[in-house]
């Protein structure tokens, strides 16, 4: 099995230098570790180069993550690094072995524990995932396994490493949205106030009338006073199967006043070019949920959700019909 993981690049600053060199790379210990088979033997080495360390569980921590990129990363496992540019996933897969090697010369990129790897050309962008994965790339740690590998090799179309699934498959997006196209525009854009409440947005609100193709509810996310972000938002039910234009996003655009973001919440998917309108340079951010990751929402955050609102999408915890 093709596992796949993520190796932070200092949030970004080395993607670049990973990509063009060709390998993923670590820092922590300052020696050639070719020779080391097991965890057990790293715990002695990283003791010794920070003697200040202390604390068991984080001797743990950073010995487990050393040992992830010696021991457990395999050749023809996958590796995602993220951009300096968030939005953005570099991919690759891990040489043949050996494909450890510890770099002594310089290339602007300062960790010298490598592993080489044949990126590819292509790459991801973090809003067209789900909203777990996206959970999932958020982690602290600096190396670390993907476990949603099916959505991955999904999105890269390589269809032929996803496991197998289970003959005439539930398929739980379909059922949810399929309730969700029951509700009216009104009790839709009802639905996406509660959920951006759900979320932390602090007086959200609907705001739009039937039709008007402008914004239909905002919110203030509030983030332990350190930042406000208010975002103005267009909740759209499309039928499955369809897309969002760029033009209609770009219409959500000419709407949000200076320093607001914007969001667009729909029950359909997103043409690619409505992704490249959403992020293009010089104008308000605005987030793209697709039906998927508004299912995903839903699921995260259902007992958040007025029980009214339940009942109407004729749904009960775990998202499963009545």
Known sequence: MNNVWCVRAEYGTYAQHFVKGGYVAIGWLEKDLSHITSREELYPLYKSEYPDDTSNVVIGQQVGQIARFLIEMKAGDYVITPDADTELLHFGKICADPSYFYYKGED?????????????SNILKRSGLSVPFQN?????LTVFAISQRDEFFAAINRNDLV?????????????VLKQVLELDDKEFEILVSHLLTALGFEGSEVTGKTGDGGVDATGELNIANL???KVFVQAKRYQLGSKVSANVVRQLRQAIPFGGQGAFITTADFQAMASDVALEAGFPRIGLINGRQLVDLLIEHWNDIPQEFQERLALKQGLVRI
């Open 163 to 175: 496991s197998a699934p289970a003959a005439a498959a539930y398929d739980s997006y379909q059922v």
């Open 136 to 140: 999932t790339i958020r982690s602290s």
């Open 227 to 229: 930042a406000k972000v």
């Open 108 to 120: 602007g990129c300062p960790y010298r524990q490598r592993r080489r790897v044949e990126w590819t």
